[in-house]
């Protein structure tokens, strides 16, 4: 295996200490390299925004709230039957979790890649826009999964996702309070009216089986309100699930939490035992919808249940007949 960069040692060993001065005489030693690397080596993180403070004088200690991803940390906090399902890898940045889990499915055969990123630089959202995905205020994940199922039961994976982080995210935060996350049909996540957390799932069809060759589901969360605001396309709709920092420890956390509580939901598909939950969470029953299609057309109508495969249920204005919509490429928006 490669050997970590100096940079990287420094700041292994600076975060598992956060808080504790280190001198450059120490780290050096440590490490085996000269005074000058080390000092290199925190101008370097510093310049990537990692909040280091001190000075060659009185040494140097990694900020109390900086929360780096590490695998170790998340295993640590799974049961063994959950960690041999998953192989999870970290990134500090990446363009997006989906397309590396894309790139890495010819050579990862099995399912359970893991992917999980402290930013993205081309993050994905549905119907080909972005997804906004900042360092430091978000956590971005991906999973190749080799179901076997029909393309039309791939719902169930998004469904599954919505569940699990909306589970999530409510025992990394308590404050925010239990059920106070609600689902938009069908892969948003919602806390006091604002977005916190989208839901991609992508796939590939095996046209001899019929089926899928693989699914990637790739789930994106907003943990804090970036530092420079939201960008203004998503001002009106974008939250967080703190309403300001969050503790250390966080996303290591809210990725063991998401990977147990997913991995639970999963491993008993096709069969929808989580179907009540998702109902019980679901924004969008007896409320006034708009009905966008691909072509964007609107429509109005009135939802009033999801069924077992986890259509919404509609009827659209001037109609008496309930239809049952599937996600592709429709969305909502619900009249408040
Ligand atoms: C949406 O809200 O439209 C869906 C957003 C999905 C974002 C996640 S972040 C992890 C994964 N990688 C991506 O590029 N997109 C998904």
């Keep these: 295996m490669k050997k970590p ?22 780290l050096a030693e440590q490490i085996g390299v000269s005074r000058t690397a080390v000092w290199k080596a925190i101008n370097c993180l510093r310049q990537e925004g ?12 990694m900020s109390l709230d900086t929360d780096l991803l ?3 940390e998340i295993c640590r906090q799974l049961p063994k039957q959950v960690q041999d399902f998953y192989q ?12 590396e889990a894309k790139r890495q499915s010819k050579e990862f055969l099995g399912e359970g890649l893991c992917l999980v990123s402290m930013e993205q630089t081309a993050g994905k959202g549905r119907r080909g826009r ?15 999964l080799r179901p076997d199922m029909k393309v039309e039961e791939a719902v169930f994976i998004t469904t599954a996702a919505a569940v699990a982080g909306a589970k999530a995210c409510e025992t990394v935060n308590p404050q925010c309070g239990k059920n106070s996350i609600g689902i938009k049909w069908v892969n948003d996540l919602y806390l006091n009216q604002k977005k916190i957390c989208g839901i991609l799932t992508e796939g590939a069809l095996s046209l001899e089986a019929g089926k899928l060759e693989y699914a990637i589901m790739g789930i994106g969360f907003n943990l804090s309100p970036p530092k420079e605001g939201w960008p203004q396309e998503i001002e009106s709709i ?50 006034d919808i708009l009905i966008q299609e691909a072509d964007g057309k609107t429509y109005k109508a009135h939802a009033y249940d999801v069924n077992e495969k986890c259509q919404l249920m509609v009827q659209y204005e001037g109609q008496t007949e309930l239809q049952s919509l599937s996600t592709g490429e429709i969305s909502i928006r619900l009249n408040n």
């Design 130 to 144: 972005t997804f906004y995905s900042p360092s430091h205020t978000g956590l971005y994940l991906s999973i190749l």
């Design 50 to 61: 990692y909040e280091i403070c001190g000075s060659t004088k009185i040494g140097y200690a």
């Design 88 to 99: 999870i890898k970290c990134f500090e940045t990446i363009d997006s979790t989906n397309e």
């Design 238 to 287: 974008a939250g967080s699930l703190f309403e300001k920092e969050y503790p250390s420890g966080t996303r290591n956390k809210l990725v063991s939490s998401f990977l147990m509580e997913f991995y639970e939901i999963y491993k008993q598909l096709p069969q929808v035992a989580y179907l009540e939950e998702y109902k019980r969470r679901q924004l969008a029953i007896g409320k």
């Design 5 to 26: 960069s100096v940079k990287e040692q420094v700041k292994t060993i600076l975060h598992q200490q956060r808080g504790s001065y280190y001198s450059g005489q120490e």
């Design 70 to 72: 590490e695998v170790d």
